[in-house]
């Protein structure tokens, strides 16, 4: 990144990057948020953010909504090195998994962001015959109020712009996706498995002569290259095969993978000093001096819950 022929960078993230925030896994039974979960018997956690389940019982999405509403998580140091990235005129585009928002809280704008799982800052009626849309406003009221979100024109159900399994990524991932990796220099990913289509398969649709680099706790993306071609789905990372050139892995918390970047970068006592910064600022914004990231406020704007990566179009049930 410090050469000049390396200057657009395209980051690629998922849950990894969000882990030190303190978003619980609503997953883990380890968690009281699963045990609150437990009354509306669902047949397995992820049936919450199927698209059929949820029209027939959304009351427990809403319930997860409430409990995972951002106003209490800050971002973390990747997602403030992402933002490093933007200052400093690298970032050409974040996608993300992520409904978290923390890239928002964090500082990206819209245009710097591909939100690949949707959105809670729009809602829209399920209904096809309506669609009516819905501010934030309106759904943040609704959820609070723990009174399931009805439209006002149809009485349907009306539900964030989360893409669910078995439903549309947004049409921005794929209009995007088709200008960004044609001039990409450099790919960044992090904190990702690379299992959910077709999110995975942008790995494999930057030109063979970029350089990609993975920051996760464990190496991902790998394919066999054969395999990978027939079904469409790109160049797979080859980090060990004598035939190995642009594929690199660090392995570890992602947090410290991009501080150790940084380190190299030269950048590591600015980006140390704008985390705290941006942490002193979302703490006085909601009256805490408290650094507990599940405690504090967020700033600026109010984001959506959950910090989750498992969606896809193919309405695959989870295994």
């Not at 200052?87 to 050409?92: Q, R, V």
């Not at 539900?159 to 990409?184: I, T, W």
């Not at 990913?189 to 999110?199: D, N």
Request: glycine share 8%.
């Amino acid at each position: 990144m410090a050469e000049p022929d390396r200057r657009r960078v395209i980051c690629l993230v998922g849950a990894g990057i969000s882990t030190s925030a303190g978003i619980p896994d609503f997953r883990s039974p380890s968690t009281g948020l699963y045990a609150n979960l437990q009354k509306y018997h669902l047949p397995y956690p992820e049936a919450i953010f199927e698209i059929g389940y949820f029209k027939k019982h959304p009351e427990p999405f809403f319930a997860l909504a409430k409990e995972l509403y951002p106003g209490q998580f800050k971002p973390t140091l990747c997602h403030y090195f992402i933002r490093l990235l933007k200052e400093k005129g690298l970032l050409l585009r974040c996608y993300t998994q992520n409904i978290d928002t923390l890239e928002r809280v964090a500082g990206l704008e819209p245009e710097d962001l591909v939100e690949a799982h949707g959105t809670f800052y729009t809602s829209h009626c399920v209904s096809p015959l309506c669609r009516q849309e819905y501010a934030l406003s309106w759904m943040k009221e609704k959820i609070f109020s723990e009174v399931t979100p009805k439209c006002e024109k149809c009485q349907s159900v009306v539900k964030p712009d989360v893409v669910f399994f078995g439903e549309n990524l947004p049409a921005r991932f794929f209009s995007c996706m088709q200008s960004d990796f044609l001039k990409v220099d450099l790919l960044i990913i992090m904190g990702t498995s690379l299992q959910v289509q077709p999110f995975a398969s942008l790995i494999g649709k930057a030109p063979l002569s970029t350089p990609r680099l993975l920051i996760n706790k464990e190496k991902t993306g790998q394919t066999d290259p054969f395999l990978g071609m027939m079904m469409g789905l790109g160049g797979g990372m080859d980090f060990d095969s004598k035939k190995a050139y642009r594929d690199v892995a660090w392995l570890g918390d992602c947090d410290q993978g991009c501080l150790a970047l940084a380190d190299l970068l030269g950048w590591k006592k600015e980006l140390e000093d704008l985390v705290r910064k941006e942490h002193a600022s979302i703490d006085a914004q909601s009256g805490s001096g408290s650094p507990n990231p599940t405690t504090a406020a967020s700033p600026r704007k109010s984001p959506p819950p959950a910090k989750e990566e498992a969606r896809t179009t193919e309405g695959e049930k989870p295994k």
